[in-house]
C-alpha cells in the first residue's frame, strides 16, 4: 500500500482554468490542501481574488491570473506568468467551459462559436502552451510525473437532441484526450478525462429561459452533484503514484439515467 505522503503534492504547481466558480473553484481548492501552488484562471479578477485569499489563509499559495483562454495570446500568457512566478508546472485543470444546449435548427450561431471557441479552442490553447512544461516536470523530482486533466462531460459519450454542437465540442475533448495520451504516456505525461453528469453550478444559467425550463424538467427530480464531488475525482487522478494512470472517469449522480 501506499504511503499517504505519496498522496501529497508538496512543491509542485497546478493551474486551474474557470477557478473563478464550480468545478474549477473547488478543484484548485482542494489541490492547494494537497500542497500544490495554484495558478488561478479566469476571467472575473473578483473572484479570483477571493479564492486566492481563502486559500492562503488555510495556508496554500495561490496565484491570481485575469485571462480570457479563447483568446490564444492570453492562454499562452497564462501559463507563462505560472511557470514564470510559480517556478515550474506540474498539473494542469483544462476545465473552462459553457454549455448553451437547444435545437440546432434555428439556432443563434453565436452560441455555437461560443462552444468552440471555450470547449475546444480554449482548451487546445491551454494544453499547447502547456505541455512542454508538464513534461519537463514529469522528467523531474519532486514526482517525476505530471497531468493534464480534461473536463469533458456524459455528452462526450452520447449524443442527445438539443445539445448537438455541446455534444460536438466535447466529443472533440475526448479525442484529442485519448489521442494525446498515447503519444505523451510514455514520457511519464498522464493524460485524463473526466466526464461529469449534471452538477449544481452555473454552467446551465447561461442558457435561454426556454432551454434552462427544459432542463429543469429533465434534473429537476434528481439529487445533482456537488462541485466538490468532481475535484474529489480530480484529487485522485492527480495524486496517483507513478506508475498509475487513471485515463477516463464517466461520473453520473446516482440518479441520472442518461
Known amino acids: 500500500m501506499a504511503d499517504s505522503?505519496?498522496?501529497?503534492?508538496?512543491?509542485?504547481?497546478?493551474?486551474?482554468?474557470?477557478?473563478?466558480?464550480?468545478i474549477g473553484q473547488?478543484?484548485?481548492?482542494?489541490?492547494?490542501?494537497?500542497?500544490?501552488?495554484?495558478?488561478?484562471?479566469?476571467?472575473?479578477?473578483?473572484?479570483?481574488?477571493?479564492?486566492a485569499s481563502s486559500i492562503e489563509k488555510d495556508g496554500g499559495r495561490a496565484l491570481t491570473i485575469t485571462a480570457d483562454v479563447t483568446d490564444r495570446?492570453?492562454?499562452?500568457?497564462?501559463?507563462?506568468?505560472?511557470?514564470?512566478?510559480?517556478?515550474?508546472l506540474d498539473t494542469v485543470i483544462n476545465n473552462a467551459g459553457v454549455m448553451l444546449l437547444g435545437p440546432i435548427v434555428d439556432a443563434p450561431l453565436e452560441e455555437w462559436e461560443r462552444m468552440v471557441d471555450l470547449n475546444v479552442k480554449g482548451?487546445?490553447?491551454?494544453?499547447?502552451?502547456?505541455?512542454?512544461?508538464?513534461?519537463?516536470?514529469?522528467d523531474s523530482e519532486p514526482r517525476r510525473v505530471a497531468d493534464l486533466v480534461n473536463i469533458s462531460s456524459v455528452a462526450g459519450r452520447v449524443a442527445r437532441n438539443g445539445?448537438?454542437?455541446?455534444?460536438?465540442?466535447?466529443?472533440?475533448?475526448?479525442a484529442f484526450s485519448e489521442s494525446l495520451r498515447q503519444e505523451v504516456t510514455g514520457r511519464h505525461l498522464r493524460v485524463s478525462l473526466v466526464e461529469p453528469g449534471a452538477v449544481a453550478t452555473e454552467l446551465g444559467s447561461h442558457n435561454?429561459?426556454?432551454?434552462?425550463?427544459?432542463?429543469?424538467?429533465?434534473?429537476?427530480?434528481?439529487?445533482?452533484?456537488?462541485?466538490?464531488?468532481?475535484?474529489?475525482?480530480?484529487?485522485?487522478?492527480?495524486?496517483?503514484?507513478?506508475?498509475?494512470?487513471?485515463?477516463?472517469?464517466?461520473?453520473?449522480?446516482?440518479?441520472?439515467?442518461?
Not at 5 to 22: E, I, Q, Y
Not at 73 to 88: I, K, S, W, Y
Open 5 to 22: 505522503s505519496d498522496h501529497r503534492l508538496d512543491g509542485t504547481v497546478a493551474l486551474v482554468t474557470g477557478a473563478s466558480s464550480g
Open 123 to 138: 482548451l487546445l490553447y491551454v494544453a499547447h502552451a502547456s505541455i512542454p512544461h508538464l513534461l519537463e516536470a514529469a
Open 163 to 174: 445539445s448537438g454542437v455541446y455534444n460536438a465540442t466535447k466529443h472533440a475533448v475526448g
Open 73 to 88: 495570446a492570453q492562454a499562452e500568457q497564462a501559463v507563462a506568468e505560472t511557470v514564470e512566478r510559480l517556478g515550474r
Open 208 to 258: 435561454r429561459p426556454e432551454v434552462q425550463e427544459a432542463m429543469k424538467q429533465r434534473f429537476g427530480g434528481i439529487e445533482r452533484m456537488q462541485s466538490e464531488d468532481i475535484a474529489e475525482t480530480i484529487e485522485f487522478i492527480v495524486t496517483r503514484p507513478r506508475h498509475v494512470a487513471v485515463n477516463e472517469v464517466l461520473i453520473r449522480p446516482t440518479e441520472q439515467e442518461g
Open 26 to 51: 473547488a478543484t484548485a481548492a482542494t489541490l492547494a490542501a494537497r500542497g500544490a501552488a495554484v495558478a488561478l484562471v479566469a476571467r472575473r479578477t473578483d473572484r479570483l481574488e477571493e479564492l
